[in-house]
C-alpha cells in the first residue's frame, strides 16, 4: 500500500502569531510543536492541524494542503511521475523526515511525508 493514512491538513498564513492565537483562542486547539514562523502543528482531536508560512508550504499558497503519510518516498514518486503528476518541491526536514510536493490533474497541491 502506498498510502498509510492521512497525517496532516493545512493552511498557509502569512502571520503565524495571529493565526496561532486564533486557533487556540478561538477553536481550543492544543499546540503540538511549533518551529517559529515556518510550522506549527495543533491536535485536533487525535488528526493533525497545522498551519505554514508560505515558504514551508511549497507551492502551496491558499486553501487547504493534504498531507498523506508514506513509508516509502521513492516509490510513490516514481509512481507520481509515471502517472504525469507535477512534482514542485521537495525537501529533507532533517530529524523529522522528508516532503515532496505535486500538483494533482486540478491543479492541488498535495504532499507527501515520510517519517525518518
Known sequence: MAVNKLQNAYYVTRDMNRAVAFYQQALGLTMKFQ???QWAQF??????FSLSSPEEGGAANG???VIFEVDDMADVAERLARAGAEIVAQR???GHGKSLSFRDPD????????RA
Open 35 to 37: 518551529d517559529g514562523e
Open 43 to 48: 491536535d485536533a482531536g487525535g488528526v493533525n
Open 63 to 65: 486553501g487547504a494542503v
Open 92 to 94: 529533507d526536514m532533517g
Open 107 to 114: 491543479g492541488n497541491v498535495v504532499q507527501l511525508f515520510q
